[in-house]
């Protein structure tokens, strides 16, 4: 069992999660199939909107029963009805509902099934700075083959100003939001400085193809031991064969770690982080559990879904693996960590503590929006789950975001080695760890995700 903060034992079986939320129907089974959610509403005026809604919730949120049910009517949009519907944290169970939300359906579907996002493909360490606005705005990723990448900006660019607005205005309001556009054709200037020199881009925004699977290398520690390091950014079908690619090559190489570099990686479905976890257990996890999806009292009985450990051809058996996080590691990929534990894969974690999300969604669309409402919660092998609080770092480091991700200079890329050659995440010639910047706990109102960000744990 996990200590605080590390995740929660629910059971030896379903029942734990009845008596939790108060319900009277849970059952198991369910396994083998799922029912659609709530067809889209008939009428896509207010009113048959917000009735589709409460229905909806009604039928399908997790916290339904302990949830408000305001009178649709004090509401003058949908989304501020949808709001007004969401769990706020009466049970000492479960915190407030941070996570529910919605979209476009071009949006959703541009990501889920196109492997594609629509942004100028710059994000920035707007959860590190924290509201301090004596501290600088990097760029820490950057999307290869967005109209970012095809300017020359670079993790490590420092910014100056965005739109002509001074950072340190952006920063003391914590907004993010001028680097997220609503459509194609909108533009960002964009000002810069690297190595003392300053310039000014004006950035169009576009459509441009994710690339989930990056970095797979073969490195050797100072001591001799042969790891793999890969990146995965975002948890897409699209990442499926550069995932196979990269692991034979960690296969035919005769790695002895794998240093999995999940650090900005929100999440996305559920068989791909499965497949994910696959490669690296092998056959520890073979006839059992990757993940169990436990919907609310009215959805268990068809709904309750079980995904198994696979064992691909390239799959490593590993005892241990080395998880790259950080407080963006989020959903989908917080359950690769939650799951490989539940095999009994030894999960060492790099940097920060992980956002604290142990929940998902079977979105339901209507009237051109996707809603992404809490349906179920996740548990592993084990019933281990509600790790609310997040996966604390076996190894606490800061990232330097001026260093190259995944490059010798990266400061998690130096732990983990040290950690991989003598077992300690300290050297004993008394050198430090990099301190963690100081971050407020978990909001009970949800932060808007910065660009780049996705927190979704999709049951496909």
Known sequence: MFGKGQGTQISRSVSVLCAALALTACGGGGDNGREDPTPPAADCGLAGQQAWLANYMDDWYFWYRISPRPVAAGYSTVESYFDALLYTGTSTDFPSDRWSGSQSTESFNRFYGDGARLGYGVAVNGIEVDGDTSRPLYVRYVDPGSPAALQGVSRGDEIRSLNGRSIASIIADDDYGVLSPSSSGQQLTLSLRRAGVERTLVLTAAVFTLVPVQGATVQTTPRGRRVAYVQVKDMVSQGLSPMDAAFAQFKNAGVQDVFLDLRYNGGGLVSTGGTLASYIAGGRGAGLNYARLLYNDKRAGANNQSFAFSQPASSLGLPRVYVLAGP???????????????????????????????????????????????????????NEGRYFDGFRASCPVAENFTAVQGSAADPLIVAAQRHADIGACLTSSGDRAQPLAQRRAPSAVRRAPEPGESQGMIPR
């Open 328 to 382: 963006r590691t989020c959903s989908a990929s917080e359950q690769v960590i939650n799951g490989l534990r539940g095999a009994g894969v030894d999960v060492i974690t790099i940097g920060d503590t992980t956002c604290g999300k142990p929940v998902g969604f079977l979105p339901s669309s209507s009237c051109g929006r996707t809603y992404s409402a809490v349906n179920f919660e996740s548990v592993n092998q084990r």
